[in-house]
């Protein structure tokens, strides 16, 4: 069914918010250190599952994309994380893009998945798993990828710590516990307002 130009207008304001909170809460948490010295911690998953939620899959990618550009940009091509990320950039420039760009990418993608197809059965099922599933598709793409470049990995590694033991315990580690509890603490607001939102759109 072919959506109305006023529903596609309302999904574009709905999209355009959606992306400025994903910039502003990153712009935000880059000046969070990160207390194990690993990678920033990142505040932008709720609104990247939320989106997933809200308006489906593509969105969820979008604005998964939007944080991976803008971190690739910040930690990356800036250097505003210059331990890692910029040391990340400068060796494999390529590589750190695709990371950047496709952990988070393909995180916000299945958010949008998950949902759409739990929700059919359990909405609460539907929204603890999308939400659950951002920050491990993220963190999961992230240490894959790194892997990739494992000779860098042993450059960045503290002397007499694996490679492994550094990216899952060390740079990514804090982050995720961090981001999944926050996802899952925050789940049933998240609920309350896919439930708004979409009472809003139906009446209208």
């Given at each position: 069914m072919r959506r109305s130009r006023s529903e596609q207008i309302?999904?574009?304001v709905e999209l355009a918010i959606l992306t400025a909170v994903?910039?502003?809460?990153q712009t935000a948490g880059i000046a969070i250190p990160n207390p194990l010295g690993g990678t920033p911690i990142s505040l932008v998953l709720i609104p990247i599952a939320l989106g997933a939620m809200?308006?489906?899959?593509?969105?969820?990618?979008w604005l998964g994309l939007v944080f991976g550009a803008q971190v690739y940009i910040t930690l990356g091509v800036m250097h505003?994380?210059?331990?890692?990320t910029g040391v990340m950039?400068?060796?494999?420039?390529v590589i750190?893009?695709?990371?950047?760009?496709?952990?988070?990418?393909?995180?916000?993608f299945l958010a949008g998945v998950v949902y759409r197809v739990l929700s059919k059965k359990n909405e609460w099922l539907a929204i603890f798993a999308a939400a659950a599933i951002t920050p491990v598709v993220n963190t999961g793409i992230f240490v894959l990828g790194c892997l990739t470049i494992y000779g860098t990995m042993e450059q960045l590694a503290p002397a007499g710590q694996s490679v492994m033991y550094f990216l899952i315990i060390g740079c990514a580690g804090f982050n995720f516990v961090?981001?999944?509890?926050?996802?899952?603490?925050?789940?049933?607001?998240?609920?309350?307002?896919?439930?708004?939102?979409?009472?809003?759109?139906?009446?209208?």
């Open positions: 309302l999904r574009m994903v910039l502003v809460l809200i308006l489906g899959p593509s969105a969820g990618a505003l994380d210059p331990l890692f950039f400068d060796n494999h420039p750190t893009a695709l990371i950047c760009l496709g952990k988070s990418t393909l995180a916000g961090f981001e999944f509890a926050v996802n899952m603490l925050l789940a049933p607001a998240l609920r309350r307002i896919v439930s708004i939102v979409t009472r809003k759109k139906i009446r209208s």
